[in-house]
């Protein structure tokens, strides 16, 4: 079989099953996990898996950078950020990520919601910028371009004196293995930051990011309160995680 049918086939699997095992793989087309493996680096490199100790899983669209993400699963992000709204109490401190499920929230919030934001994200405060009831406070450092958010000590610095009831957290993958991810690893630090200073963490999960991974882990599975996803129920991902004592939220 030529290198290009062997990733063919892993692609296919990858579709159908959700990951692919090297060694699983190897078996099924009688050549060497050596080839397999191969396969599987070349497959990253193109920007069409996510490699994970032992085979692959599949790359989130999410990782795109701000504006093409604008683009992407409009719907979901909508339907999970109307969920999401429902969790805040008026007059309660929330951290918004950056991102465009926390864009979705921002400009949804109802005009007579009191609130305080806080947000390491422009473009969300910029979105609250004419809402009549919410103090904004947006946490300076450098800007991080592909997100449009700022990253970077000084932002971690100023997170450290936020006290919130809520942080709503975007990630670009959610997995049963691999946990809660993204695409850059200072941007993972920064999420990790704000997330020890609220009282609840909630994941925003459309339905595109289930099932999905990315190469830096966010927080563990066990340190959110729950996953805010429009993604049905009956997702093998979503079983695996209430198996695992993970707390979904429908959308």
Known sequence: MLPVQRKDFI??????????????????????EDSVRRDLRELAADGLVQRVYGGALPVSPALADYAARRTVAVDNKARV?????????????????????????????????????VTHSPTVAAALVEHPTAEVYLLGGMLFKHSAVTCGAAAVEAAQAVNADLFFLGVTG???????????????????????????????????????????TVVGLGDVAGIITDAPLTDPTLNALVDAGVSIVPA
Do not use: C, N, W
């Open 81 to 117: 950020a109307r969920r999401a709204i429902e969790l805040i109490e008026p007059g309660s401190t929330v951290i918004l990520d950056g991102g465009t499920t926390t864009l979705a929230i921002a400009q949804a919030l109802a005009p007579d919601l009191r609130v305080t934001v």
């Open 11 to 32: 692609l296919e699997r990858l579709r159908s099953s959700g990951q692919v095992m090297a060694k699983d793989v190897a078996a099924e087309l009688g050549v060497t």
């Open 174 to 216: 959610v997995h049963a293995e691999a946990g809660l991810t993204t695409g850059d690893a200072d941007e993972a630090a920064m999420k990790r930051a704000l997330s020890r200073r609220a009282a609840d963490t909630y994941v925003l999960g459309s339905a595109e990011k289930i099932g999905a991974a990315s190469p830096f």
